[in-house]
């Protein structure tokens, strides 16, 4: 009889990568090790934080989780510094994407594809029954 039950983070990670890597293999053909780093940064002034913008390094790429910057703040490149730190970071890694996840028709809609994100699919009926966007750009490496 098959259960299911919770498992620990150790032994959920031991058979993951015990299973995962044929797998990896299939898919892209030689072995490659996913790698993760966590970023946070924020923009601040006088002391004050005024944005912030958070997210992941993940195997190439950088996905972003959020961005927000003060109501009072915006529309001033704040943004845009969050965003370029977002692609600095990535670079370390040797990233070639950064991406997200938006509300479709959300007014942020411009504010991305002015910094070059373009529209790859919208994403129906996901949080709260309504349409969301993933978005995504090349990271240009920055020349020496």
Known sequence: MI???????RKAMDFNEDEWQPVNDLHF??????????????????GKTIGLIF??????????????VAKEKRMQGIGTMLM???EEF??????HRIWL????HYSEDGFFKDL????????????FHKNFIIYTKEIKTRKK
Not at 3 to 9: E, F, L, W
């Open 3 to 9: 259960k299911i039950s919770k498992v620990n983070k």
């Open 29 to 46: 053909g030689k072995w490659v090790k996913w790698n993760t780093k966590q970023f946070q940064f924020k923009a601040t002034e006088n």
């Open 55 to 68: 997210g992941k390094h993940e195997s190439g790429t950088i996905y972003v989780a959020n961005i927000i």
């Open 84 to 86: 370029q730190k977002a």
């Open 90 to 95: 990535g670079r370390k890694f040797g990233d």
């Open 101 to 104: 996840i938006s509300g479709e």
């Open 116 to 127: 070059g994100f373009k529209k790859e699919a919208v994403i129906p009926d996901l949080f």
